[in-house]
């Protein structure tokens, strides 16, 4: 069956330094796979998306990578600040005619002053 | 825009009762999608409607079921509600690239 892992631990890291997020997928090749941001009693918010033609994908601190040959996605913010601490959730599109997204658990990221 | 909202945010039920939960998507949006998220389990997804049909369906019993309205408005039903239906219920909204999910604060509901 269709497994996506995120990095079960959190993490904790120092202001200013680079966080790395891990997704690895098994059983399946999505065409797109997402990456959102929640915090405590809120739903998740859209940051990037990145297709399966592309190695790389930037947005302001973040940067997204996508190697489908190892089947897996990179999560990186630089200069990581205090307002990063949230959980950070991976999805990957599973079936391209109906839009179906599977979601991982999720990786909780702590910023520390 | 204004955002998806989702009412009420809280809930408390006892086993054994029903429950309606709706959703408003964003202005312009036509489908909506429900998940359940629970630690151990993550976001589930329950099922997405566009243009008042349903498009999607999860896994989940026949107990959950949705409806959307010709504005685009959604409600979620869960009929006989046990204990492990407690969870955060979200929805989600999509634009016309169908790409990007659009959530709402969510539903958060207790069965005692």
């Known amino acids: 069956s269709q497994k996506i892992e995120q990095n079960s631990e959190a993490l904790n890291i120092q202001e200013g330094k680079t966080a790395t997020l891990t997704c690895n997928y098994t059983n399946y090749s999505p065409a797109y796979l997402q990456w959102y941001r929640q915090d405590p009693g809120r739903g998740p918010v859209f940051l990037l998306l990145i297709r399966e033609n592309e190695k790389e994908k930037r947005k302001e601190r973040l940067k997204v990578t996508f190697d489908t040959t190892l089947k897996q996605s990179l999560f990186h913010i630089t200069a990581s600040q205090p307002a990063d601490s949230a959980t950070y959730l991976c999805?990957?599109?599973?079936?391209?005619?109906?839009?179906?997204?599977?979601w991982g658990l999720g990786t909780s990221l702590a910023v520390n002053p | 825009k204004a955002g998806v909202t989702q009412t009420p945010r809280y809930l408390i039920k006892t086993r054994g009762q029903q429950v309606t939960l709706s959703c408003s998507p964003i202005s312009g949006h036509r489908s909506v999608s429900w998940y359940q998220q629970t630690p151990g389990q993550g976001l589930q997804f329950l099922f997405e409607y566009f243009s008042e049909t349903q498009r999607n369906k999860g896994n989940f019993p026949g107990r959950f079921s949705g409806r959307q309205f010709s504005n685009s408005r959604s409600e979620m039903n869960v009929s006989t509600l046990e204990l492990g239906d407690s969870a955060l219920y979200l929805c989600?909204?999509?634009?016309?690239?169908?790409?990007?999910?659009?959530f709402g604060p969510g539903t958060r509901l207790l069965v005692l």
């Open positions: 989600a909204s999509m634009g016309g690239t169908g790409e990007t999910q659009y």
């Open positions: 999805a990957l599109e599973v079936d391209g005619n109906n839009r179906k997204l599977i």
